[in-house]
């Protein structure tokens, strides 16, 4: 009888693709709220562009600042590791111990474990990181291209919803040509999301252009109701 094997998806891609995702996913439904919530209150495209190229320059820098710190932050986990295998190594010995008995293991069958990883130091760290907080070694220059990455990002999004705005003088007929674009951007960036995470492409499509189109219209609906 044939056995059908069990695949399991799991996000796999690399930190860049993870980065572009956070900045694109960002950078296209933030700018077209804004634009349709502004085309809702005021018809000039001239204002709108300004308005949007002002939002889309103060989300790139707040986003890639953001991704900055937290390749910091993991980086200063990594190294704080490090320190206290150095300096607190009872502490740690007594942490590996709790680990490995939270899987199972008897004293008996975690103490050999524990003696091959004093031998090696630097396995020591790397297990620590992936098993208690969950991260692995940070990569030399990682915030810095991080923060480029999610902020170059967050601007080709951004700039899609904000394009027909500047071509088009008349901002009711630019939201038109500005909805259609990036509605369609959303479902190809959620399909591309969704194989990268594992989701169904269509599936995820369908749902981040939904979120996206929800978030213009409530833009647009609230800037109508009070303008």
Do not use: C
Request: net charge negative; proline share 5%; charged share 20%.
């Amino acid at each position: 009888m044939p056995v059908t094997p069990h695949i399991e998806g799991h996000f796999q891609s690399s930190d860049t693709v993870r980065d572009i995702v956070i900045g694109m996913a960002d950078g296209l439904t933030v700018p077209f709220a804004l634009a349709a919530g502004l085309t809702g209150a005021v018809n000039a495209s001239k204002l709108i562009v300004v308005a949007g190229l002002a939002e889309i320059a103060a989300g790139a820098i707040a986003m890639g600042l953001g991704g900055y710190l937290a390749a910091k932050s993991d980086a200063e986990h990594y190294a704080s590791e490090e320190m206290e295998i150095v300096d607190r190594k009872d502490d740690e010995r007594l942490e590996v111990l709790e680990i490995l008995e939270g899987y199972g293991l008897t004293p008996q069958e975690s103490h050999p474990i524990l003696a091959a990883f004093e031998r090696r130091p630097k396995v020591w760290v790397d297990w620590m990181m992936r098993f208690e907080l969950g991260l692995e070694e940070p990569v030399p220059g990682r915030a810095t291209r991080s923060a480029a990455t999610i902020a170059l990002s967050y601007i080709a999004g951004g700039l899609i919803p904000l394009t027909p705005y500047i071509l088009i003088p008349n901002a009711a007929a630019a939201l038109k040509i500005s909805v259609v674009a990036t509605i369609l951007a959303l479902a190809a960036f959620g399909a591309v999301k969704g194989h990268f995470t594992g989701t169904p492409m269509l599936k995820s499509g369908i749902r981040t252009a939904v979120i996206g189109g929800l978030a213009a219209g409530a833009a647009f609906g609230l800037a109508k109701l009070f303008a």
